[in-house]
Nanobody
Framework: VQLVESGGGSVQSGGSLRLSCAASGYAYSRYCMGWFRQAPGKEREGVAIIKSGGTTSYADSVKGRFTISQDSAKNTLYLQMNSLEPEDTAMYYC??????????????????WGQGTQVTVSS
């Protein structure tokens, strides 16, 4: 299984970015996919997930600003991030469920991770 993120960068407060995660070697549409982030000196936190069937769930801090979506035909996960704030600065990771994954979030067990893409928001 390989998850490859792209789309990170530097933007000013109020700006937008769209992250992508290309998945390979994985039964993409069968389980949960999600986005997590980790800021320097902080623990990794869940941002958004999408379950098989399309149900989505968001962290309170991003609700109304971020949108998670997927293109199953392309095996690609997206995170549209609008109204970005300096507090959104972090490394963003794509994740997929794994039978023995160590990270539980919103009812899904994550164990596959991408390498991360950096998002920096300046005020």
């Amino acid at each position: 299984v390989q998850l490859v993120e792209s789309g990170g960068g530097s933007v000013q407060s109020g700006g937008s970015l769209r992250l992508s995660c290309a998945a390979s070697g994985y039964a993409y549409s069968r389980y949960c996919m999600g986005w997590f982030r980790q800021a320097p000196g902080k623990e990794r936190e869940g941002v958004a997930i999408i379950k098989s069937g399309g149900t989505t769930s968001y962290a309170d801090s991003v609700k109304g600003r971020f949108t998670i979506s997927q293109d199953s035909a392309k095996n690609t996960l997206y995170l549209q991030m609008n109204s970005l704030e300096p507090e959104d600065t972090a490394m963003y990771y794509c994740a997929a469920t794994h039978q023995y994954g160590a990270t539980w979030y919103r009812g899904c067990r994550f164990g596959y991770w991408g390498q991360g893409t950096q998002v920096t928001v300046s005020s």
